[in-house]
T-cell receptor, first 111, second 110 residues
Framework: GEDVEQSLFLSVREGDSSVINCTYT??????LYWYKQEPGAGLQLLTY?????DMKQDQRLTVLLNKKDKHLSLRIADTQTGDSAIYFC???????????FGSGTQLTVLP | DAGITQSPRHKVTETGTPVTLRCHQT?????MYWYRQDPGHGLRLIHY???????DKGEVSDGYSVSRSKTEDFLLTLESATSSQTSVYFC?????????FGPGTRLTVT
């Protein structure tokens, strides 16, 4: 089955850019997603990209997809303290677009 | 925010007792999912539904059953709870591409 991997931790300074990376194994994944989870809360959908796209930009968020290497990244421009959270990468498969998640990257934004 | 509620939000139960968690949506979305979240594992799919009375197993379905008798409700049942089922349980809904998550239920099995 699908396997999705992420690095566990990332620290950046406020105002810098953050880049969170993710790799996946199933080349037939149709959509790739980024979710944000704050402490004690559910998952907030940030953005997603269709597998035949290379890039998607949404305000401060830029998603890059390298389908050949099965590598996905999320760039957050001008990172703020409110961006501190766990970020999950997920890949969809199957007719019901079931999601397989990575373990999450804990982003810490330092003042 | 998508109209998804989960009940209860917190539950403590004893090993061997049955437990049912409820997910309710007001969006009339076709697909509903149950995931569990454990440290170091991200979220893992337990069961999902693609319509009323239509359900299928996910990656970690052993020890769990589900039912969907109405579009808006998706129930997750632990027939005989075990300590390994202590987790945070999330329900999600989807109609096309986006999948939206509920607030979660924290279940502790003692």
């Amino acid at each position: 089955g699908e396997d999705v991997e992420q690095s566990l931790f990332l620290s950046v300074r406020e105002g810098d850019s953050s880049v969170i990376n993710c790799t996946y194994t199933d080349s037939s994944s149709t959509y790739l997603y980024w979710y944000k989870q704050e402490p004690g809360a559910g998952l907030q959908l940030l953005t997603y990209i269709f597998s035949n796209m290379d890039m998607k930009q949404d305000q401060r968020l830029t998603v890059l997809l390298n389908k050949k290497d099965k590598h996905l990244s999320l760039r957050i421009a001008d990172t703020q303290t409110g961006d501190s959270a766990i970020y999950f990468c997920a890949a969809s498969s199957g007719s019901a677009r079931q999601l397989t998640f990575g373990s999450g990257t804990q982003l810490t934004v330092l003042p | 925010d998508a109209g998804i509620t989960q009940s209860p939000r917190h539950k403590v139960t004893e090993t061997g007792t049955p437990v049912t968690l409820r997910c309710h949506q007001t969006e009339n979305h076709r697909y509903m999912y149950w995931y569990r979240q454990d440290p170091g594992h991200g979220l893992r799919l337990i069961h999902y539904s693609y319509g009323v009375k239509d359900t299928d197993k996910g990656e970690v379905s052993d020890g769990y059953s589900v039912s969907r008798s109405k579009t808006e409700d998706f129930l997750l049942t632990l027939e005989s709870a075990t300590s390994s089922q202590t987790s945070v349980y999330f329900c999600a809904i989807s109609e096309q591409i986006e999948q939206y998550f509920g607030p979660g239920t924290r279940l502790t099995v003692t």
